[in-house]
């Protein structure tokens, strides 16, 4: 990794030296435009509006819309002059209860690695915040912008700056039903809890994967070779795929609601639960072919009885 950032952590009177790494990266495939006709890559010009005159990235400024409805262009000269602080520290302003940042305000997270000769004040002070169980909210300027974060500790024993949102840019959730009294009988919750008590689990990140990037893999992959990606599969398996999962969230709040066991043992019983209809209409298909050959058969046999009757009233004629 490479350092995007130098300064120093400061609480107190203590400073502690320390350089800043983007904690996270995309793992999507790259991909360009190109005209889906014959593949020629589609590139973007920085033109005039109403001509065909390109501008430079240099000569490009912003506008701003100001009170009054009045645009105002600001250049980048004059964004310069923003009286934004670029001391390169990251100052701590307080400790808070972990519990007290709701996670919808997380924004970017970064690492930090100690930058000096002993790392000692570094690991002092992730011991301590892991040790009273606190955030550090600190506000520091990362490419001309002031920003506030959340420092916090990460296995093993790692300092995390979490970029925090401003509390105007969090939207307040306006529902109708938030108004509504909604009744909730306490036999449904206690059976809502015990479903939830059924599949909780310690969450482990490695069990999950990005099955859109895999497919797109698998896809790009058969394009290049000419394969195909994903054949056809049984068209009554998808046909079938909604009734299946219906069937099994009720058999998990069965079980749950009568303590009969585990999800993974109600989801054992829900495909038993199937089978006998599908035996059931597997049956019924032969009697009716067996229905039809009788009543063919019993056809056939009475124009013959007709076909003999009429043969012998001719001779006796």
């Known amino acids: 990794m490479r350092s995007i950032w130098k300064g120093d952590l400061s609480f107190g009177l203590v400073n502690v030296p320390v350089k800043v790494y983007s904690a996270t990266e995309s ?3 790259k991909s ?5 006709a014959d593949g020629t890559r589609i590139r973007y010009r920085r033109v005039r509006e109403g001509t065909d005159t390109e501008v430079d990235f240099a000569d490009i400024a912003n506008a701003y819309e100001a009170e009054g ?4 262009v600001l250049t980048k000269d004059d964004l310069s002059t923003l009286p934004v602080q670029k001391s390169p520290e990251i100052s701590i302003l307080e400790f808070v209860p972990v519990d007290q940042v709701d996670p919808i305000y997380f924004d970017k997270p970064y690492y930090l690695e100690p930058s000096s000769k002993s790392p000692k004040a570094y690991v002092l002070l992730a011991r301590a915040l892991q040790e009273t169980d606190r955030l550090a909210i600190a506000s520091f300027t990362l490419r001309n912008r002031t920003r506030m974060a959340a420092l916090r500790v990460i296995e093993p024993g790692v ?7 401003w509390p105007d840019e969090v939207r307040v959730p306006d529902f109708g039903f938030l108004g509504e009294d909604v009744e909730i009988r306490p036999q449904e919750l206690s059976m809502a809890s015990s479903l939830i008590e059924s599949m909780a689990q310690d969450y482990d990140p490695s069990e999950f994967s990005d099955t859109y990037q895999e497919e797109l893999a698998k896809l790009i992959e058969a394009k290049a070779t000419g394969d195909e990606a994903f054949p056809e599969t049984d068209e ?3 046909a ?4 299946e999962v219906a069937d099994l969230l009720a058999a998990l709040r069965a079980s749950v609601k009568d303590r009969g066991g585990s999800a993974e043992q109600a989801a054992e019983k829900a495909p038993a639960k199937k089978a006998p209809a599908k035996k059931a209409a597997a049956k019924k298909a032969p009697a009716k072919k067996a229905a039809a050959k009788k009543t063919t058969a019993a056809k056939k046999t009475t124009a013959a009885k007709k076909t003999t009757a009429k043969k012998t009233a001719r001779r006796a004629s």
Request: net charge negative.
């Open 32 to 36: 360009y435009q190109v005209d889906s």
């Open 236 to 238: 009554d398996a998808g």
């Open 27 to 29: 793992h999507d495939r």
């Open 159 to 165: 300092m995390t700056l979490q970029t925090l949102l």
């Open 69 to 72: 409805g009045e645009t105002v």
């Open 240 to 243: 079938d795929e909604d009734s």
